[in-house]
């Protein structure tokens, strides 16, 4: 990913110190310490996403862009391990992901009306660029190579998050899911 690319997608640029690993993160074999490194020194607002089985993933929050029509916001994603469900989950938004180190298999489950839907998996990786709508459902199935770090741009909220048993094609509205699952909701 060069600068350019990782500049597009912020409102204001990353400092020069951080585009410069990223434009070289293949050669840098401690990039993931180094980004978790950045997000503690530049106290980066960090959320800790936690399942039964520990730590899944780390969100550091880069950028709020507002609620209007080009509004949404910016994250750098530290994915340390597969989705723990089965269940498939959506986003309140469209975003465009970019892979900076790192490969996981994705898998989705796109309904594209009531009575048709389409389930695909791909390979995630560094250097890729990937767009995902509010009405796909996706999980992580297979952390390859990891953690892997990525930049999330999103656009505005459209809904709240829910979960999909594939099965069934019954959705479930995050909180309840949650709650379900004997885990606690936090915010």
């Not at 180094?34 to 520990?54: M, N, P, Q």
């Not at 929050?61 to 391990?81: K, V, W």
């Amino acid at each position: 990913m060069t600068p350019e690319q990782v500049s597009f997608l912020l409102s204001q640029p990353l400092p020069p110190r951080l585009l410069e690993v990223i434009e070289d993160h293949h050669a840098n074999p401690r990039f993931s310490e180094f980004l978790w490194g950045y997000g503690e020194a530049h106290a980066l607002e960090r959320i800790e996403l936690h399942g039964k089985t520990g730590l899944y993933m780390v969100r550091y929050f880069l950028e709020d862009r507002g609620n209007g029509a080009d509004g949404g916001r910016t994250y750098l994603h530290e994915i340390r391990r597969a989705d723990e469900d089965p269940e498939y989950h959506d986003h309140p938004w469209d975003f465009d992901q970019y892979g900076l180190v790192g490969r996981y298999i994705e898998n989705r489950f796109i309904r594209r009306n009531e009575s048709s839907v389409v389930s695909e998996s791909d390979v995630r990786a560094d250097g890729g660029t990937y767009r995902i709508d509010s009405s796909t459902f996706h999980r992580v199935a297979t952390l390859i190579e990891g953690p892997a770090w990525t930049v999330i741009r999103t656009g505005p909220k459209k809904k709240s998050w829910s979960f999909l048993n594939a099965k069934t094609g019954k959705t479930t509205p995050w909180r309840e899911f949650i709650k379900g699952k004997g885990l606690e909701v936090v915010g």
